[in-house]
């Protein structure tokens, strides 16, 4: 039986001790991995939000992009990024994971995610705003409808915090033995190598 069948089964007294949980540095690098990989989509979504405005298809590209991790890992238990580096999602007992668990470990990019969709809700209410063509002229509208004082400039401050929310559940691993971020710890989960320490000699 394969290591990974194993851990599937879920961790036996044996198993468990043979078990490496991923560490911060591989679960940032799988996270760069499935942001390549998402490029096309968040660039699309910049340019329905800046370029060429259009809200209807900014909401979708964000359901898409928003549910590109929890659909991966609910169905194969890792994102193509944590696939490329062999690291699976589990449940803390070893078992595969579902819907429930893999929808928990995205609160904090749902809570990013409906901020940010919020206030550019809000954005798209500013008249004249969908009229503007091109990224130089959105950033011009921006700025004189913030000096018009149509724009509130804690509203980015606060939409960039909120967006840090991943990586501050992230930092949480680093406090803990099984390497468990906030939202692992959340959804009761862990993230581990899904092949066994290379020995050396």
């Known amino acids: 039986m394969a290591y990974s069948d194993t851990i599937d089964a879920g961790f036996t007294d044996k198993s468990a001790a043979a078990v490496r949980y991923a560490s911060f540095g591989p ?3 799988a996270a760069l991995l ?3 990989i998402t490029i096309p989509a968040i660039a699309a979504v910049v340019y329905f939000t800046t370029i060429g405005p259009n809200f209807t298809i900014y909401l979708l590209l ?3 992009v928003f549910l590109y991790k929890p659909i991966f890992e609910a169905l194969y238990g890792a994102t193509p990024g944590k696939m490329i580096l062999k690291l699976k999602v589990l449940k803390e ?3 595969p994971i579902g819907w429930s668990e893999a929808l928990t470990r995205v609160t904090p990019w749902f809570i990013g995610s409906a901020v ?3 206030f550019t809700y809000l954005m798209f209410q500013l008249p004249g705003f969908t009229d503007v063509e091109g990224f130089m002229e959105n950033a011009a509208f ?3 409808a913030q000096k018009a004082g149509q724009i509130n400039s ?4 606060i939409q960039s915090l909120v967006g840090l929310l991943p990586l501050f559940s992230a930092l949480v691993m680093l406090f803990n033995k099984q390497r468990q971020a906030a939202h692992d710890i959340l959804a009761k989960t862990v993230v581990i190598h899904t092949e066994p320490k290379a020995s050396v000699g």
């Open 27 to 29: 679960r940032l690098l």
């Open 34 to 36: 499935d942001f390549l």
């Open 62 to 64: 964000v359901l898409l």
């Open 93 to 95: 007992d070893g078992t």
């Open 116 to 118: 940010s969709a919020y």
């Open 142 to 144: 921006m700025l004189e």
């Open 154 to 157: 804690a509203n980015s401050t």
